[in-house]
């Protein structure tokens, strides 16, 4: 059984969620439960959990100063929130797990079977969620979290030249000329990057803009990346990308 804690400053957010685990995730224990950051760190010094779920906005001490507090992360975490979707773009940033209030049945257990399979957290992607939630550093809010086996890699998103469509993968080419073959659709990856200078240039590529070397109208209009890659412009798509060519 996966020992687990609540931590959420509503109480009946707390009750639903220990109803939900016990009827859809038998290997889930929950051991304990915590009405603010003050008493999370006293049940998770006294119980060591494998999962927490944490709320981030409580009264007394939230959830980010609580994980300040503990020092090292040695569990897996999943966010509760209440954030709207603009704010959750910063989970997905930081490759941190979350659950929107309210609490989705088939998101929970499938939150659980992936954080069983995760690299345990790393502290930089806590600074990332931190920063992206709130814009407190320019320098961290141009980075991305990429999940792997062996653990995490922090990219400038400025290093990322396209991001290219492969069934349900998603491969990152960088401007180093190395690349990335990652777990998430290039759906999931648009959505990520929406408003960070990147352009869906056809069902299989996600171009950034400030990589773009030429625009060739032959061939019914494709780029040339700073890679050398060239990336077609789809019909659908063209008058939307001359709009914010005229505009770099």
């Known amino acids: 059984m996966m020992k687990t804690i609540i931590i959420d400053d509503e109480h009946h957010c707390v009750g639903y969620l220990q109803v939900l685990v016990q009827q859809?995730?038998?290997?889930?224990?929950?051991v304990a439960t915590a009405g603010n950051g003050v008493e999370g760190l006293s049940v998770i010094?006294?119980?060591?959990?494998?999962?927490?779920?944490?709320?981030?906005?409580?009264?007394?001490?939230?959830?980010?100063?609580?994980?300040?507090?503990?020092?090292?992360?040695?569990?897996?975490?999943?966010?509760?929130?209440?954030?709207?979707?603009?704010?959750?773009?910063?989970?997905?940033?930081s490759a941190l797990d979350y659950l929107l209030k309210p609490i989705d049945p088939l998101e929970l257990k499938n939150a659980v079977a992936r954080s069983q399979k995760l690299p345990p957290i790393d502290p930089q992607q806590l600074v990332l969620l931190k920063n992206h939630l709130h814009q407190n550093d320019p320098v961290l809010s141009n980075k991305i979290a990429i999940p792997s086996l062996e653990g995490f890699t922090f990219l400038?998103?400025?290093?990322?030249?396209?991001?290219?469509?492969?069934?349900?993968?998603?491969?990152?080419?960088?401007?180093?000329?190395?690349?990335?073959?990652?777990?998430?659709?290039?759906?999931?990856?648009?959505?990520?990057?929406?408003?960070?200078?990147?352009?869906?240039?056809?069902?299989?590529?996600?171009?950034?803009?400030?990589?773009?070397?030429?625009?060739?109208?032959?061939?019914?209009?494709?780029?040339?990346?700073?890679?050398?890659?060239?990336?077609?412009?789809?019909?659908?798509r063209r008058e939307d990308f001359m709009l914010l060519f005229g505009r770099m």
């Not at 491969?171 to 690349?179: D, M, P, T």
Request: hydrophobic letters at 40%; charged letters at 25%; a negative charge.
């Open 24 to 30: 859809h995730c038998p290997s889930v224990q929950v």
């Open 45 to 93: 010094r006294q119980h060591a959990p494998e999962l927490v779920f944490l709320d981030i906005e409580m009264p007394i001490m939230n959830g980010f100063r609580m994980l300040e507090e503990l020092g090292d992360v040695d569990f897996q975490l999943i966010f509760t929130t209440a954030y709207d979707r603009y704010a959750l773009r910063a989970f997905k940033f």
């Open 156 to 236: 400038n998103l400025d290093d990322i030249v396209t991001c290219e469509a492969e069934s349900n993968y998603t491969k990152i080419h960088l401007a180093n000329g190395k690349q990335m073959l990652i777990s998430r659709t290039l759906g999931d990856v648009e959505d990520t990057l929406e408003g960070k200078g990147f352009f869906r240039a056809h069902k299989q590529f996600l171009i950034n803009l400030k990589h773009i070397e030429k625009y060739m109208k032959g061939d019914g209009g494709y780029v040339v990346m700073s890679n050398n890659q060239t990336v077609s412009i789809a019909r659908s």
